[in-house]
T-cell receptor
Framework: RKEVEQDPGPFNVPEGATVAFNCTYS??????FFWYRQDCRKEPKLLMS???SGNEDGRFTAQLNRASQYISLLIRDSKLSDSATYLC??????????FGPGTRLSVLP | NAGVTQTPKFQVLKTGQSMTLQCAQD?????MSWYRQDPGMGLRLIHY???????DQGEVPNGYNVSRSTTEDFPLRLLSAAPSQTSVYFC??????????????FGPGTRLTVL
């Protein structure tokens, strides 16, 4: 079983739609959680950290469920510019990041 | 600040050749790392360093060497290139060595093809 798994995608949604991505991780001792965004043929960039209490940044909401070892990302009112691959990232031991395979989102006009 | 820079952007090698991928950062970050990204696999950690003179192996270190003689530079050396090393390579850095400092900054990547 992979350490970090994500919805396989791709997700094709119309502009204005709400879309949710799921991520599960295998190690219950995981320490920190993030969502990164990667545009086509570009480097990953931090989208947001994920906190136990949940957190929101504009149209983006991240949730963490430690008991179920599950992380989610909700995007409301999708824009064309949200089209990208979304990477779930977990820190298991110390400071090394473990990346999920990513979920590709295409927002259609 | 230039952030994290990588050279070259593209490279084609023949099987058995060696080469060095360069990575530099100007943010005075202690932690630097190298990843490879393959379709459907996500980014996998090759080697990392928590400071000058200190390096360690990640998930997929075989066939690669690293060194960290300065805080700024973290080159990745392919010893004898194989077609299985065809990939996109990303260098990254972050400040601090604890979980408090969490955002990694990535370079633009090097696309390597081994024939």
């Amino acid at each position: 079983r992979k350490e970090v798994e994500q919805d396989p995608g791709p997700f094709n949604v119309p502009e204005g739609a709400t879309v949710a991505f799921n991520c599960t991780y295998s190690n219950s001792a995981s320490q920190s959680f993030f969502w990164y965004r990667q545009d086509c043929r570009k480097e990953p960039k931090l989208l947001m950290s994920v906190y136990s209490s949940g957190n929101e940044d504009g149209r983006f909401t991240a949730q963490l469920n430690r008991a179920s070892q599950y992380i989610s990302l909700l995007i409301r009112d999708s824009k064309l510019s949200d089209s990208a691959t979304y990477l779930c990232v977990v820190i298991f031991y110390g400071q090394n990041f473990v990346f999920g395979p990513g979920t590709r989102l295409s927002v259609l006009p | 600040n230039a952030g994290v820079t990588q050279t070259p952007k593209f490279q084609v090698l023949k099987t058995g050749q060696s080469m060095t991928l360069q990575c530099a950062q100007d943010m005075n970050h202690e932690y630097m790392s190298w990843y490879r990204q393959d379709p459907g696999m996500g980014l996998r950690l090759i080697h990392y360093s928590v400071g000058a003179g200190i390096t360690d192996q990640g998930e997929v270190p075989n066939g690669y060497n690293v060194s960290r003689s300065t805080t700024e530079d973290f080159p990745l050396r392919l010893l004898s290139a194989a077609p299985s090393q065809t990939s996109v390579y990303f260098c990254a850095s972050k400040s601090g060595t604890g979980v408090t400092y969490n955002e990694q900054f990535f370079g633009p990547g090097t696309r390597l093809t081994v024939l």
